[in-house]
């Protein structure tokens, strides 16, 4: 253990990565960058692994899936570890006293290695929405593209406590998460997908839309009146990453919610109906 602290301070002290971070504006990054992307190599080898692990918990519902699904199950079996990781990890940082005085600006170690694990998650996703563009579609590359420049920011340091807030936006991940998988099970239109569609609905439309367009609006109000030392190109930074994820929000919570009427649509005699889509 002795040896990968060791080695691991090593990466942290070399000369160009230290010179790297400073060169880009992310001087706090120089502590955290080695990790960052072991987590990025860590998600897609879990993903790598996810036919295998799939295959002996779920048996014959998996192996009956395409190649296409079992890709795209690998993809959401990591989204789903990532965003219970850090919707649960970010729950503290409201807490943290050095953020709540400077919002804006603070400056805390543990958020700052939940930030770590949300960066190498975001950075392996770019390149996941890269590489299958045309099955993925330009929404979700955006939506990737725009969260990790937004979060890799906090190493500046700037707006580590704010950053939580979208953090949780993460809650509703899981239940969506939960809704694809059941189809792929066999559970399409059944009570318990009922049950979850209803708990991804409440969190997408509380969480991401309505406390997202909240925080929103607070943090670029408090950035107008004391972020003096964020520069101007940054504030529109932020405002365009907010901008085209909020709208995405939007959007695919009306995707969504036309999904879920497809899988609970009452037959005459009043049944659910199972048919998957």
């Keep these: 253990m002795s040896f990968l602290v060791e080695y691991y301070q090593q990466l942290v002290d070399l000369p160009a990565a230290q010179r790297f971070c400073s060169l880009v504006g992310l001087p706090k990054l120089t502590s955290y960058w080695p990790t960052l992307l072991a987590l990025s190599v860590l998600c897609q080898l879990l993903r790598l692994s996810s036919n295998t692990l799939s ?3 779920f048996g014959a519902k998996f192996n009956s899936l395409s190649a296409r699904q079992k890709y795209d199950w690998g993809v959401r079996l990591v989204s789903q570890v990532h965003a219970v990781t850090v919707v649960v990890l970010a729950v503290p940082i409201f807490f943290k006293e050095e953020l709540i005085k400077d919002k804006l600006y603070g400056f805390d170690n543990y958020t700052a290695w ?3 694990i949300l960066c190498g998650y975001f950075l392996w996703d770019i390149f996941v929405c890269i590489s299958d563009h045309k099955k ?3 929404g979700f590359t955006i939506h990737a593209i725009a969260s990790f420049g937004v979060f890799i920011l906090i190493y500046r340091p700037s707006l580590q406590y704010h950053g939580a807030s979208f953090i949780m936006f993460e809650a509703s991940t899981i ?3 939960n809704n694809w998988w059941l189809d792929k099970l066999g559970m399409t239109g059944s009570r318990l997908q009922l049950y979850n569609a209803s708990i991804l609905v409440f969190l997408y439309l509380t969480v991401r839309l309505m406390f997202g367009t909240y925080m929103s609006y607070h943090l670029f109000e408090e950035l107008k009146a004391k972020g003096a030392n964020t520069p101007t190109v940054l504030y529109y930074f932020y405002r365009i990453a907010n901008h085209a994820v909020m ?3 939007y959007y695919w919570f009306y995707l ?3 999904a879920i009427k497809k899988r609970f649509v009452p ?3 009043s049944t659910i109906k199972t048919k998957a889509d």
């Design 267 to 269: 037959k005459k005699s």
């Design 55 to 57: 295959s002996l918990i």
């Design 247 to 249: 709208i995405l929000s």
């Design 256 to 258: 969504m919610i036309i």
């Design 175 to 177: 239940f969506l998460n």
């Design 136 to 138: 993925i579609g330009i």
């Design 114 to 116: 939940v930030y770590t």
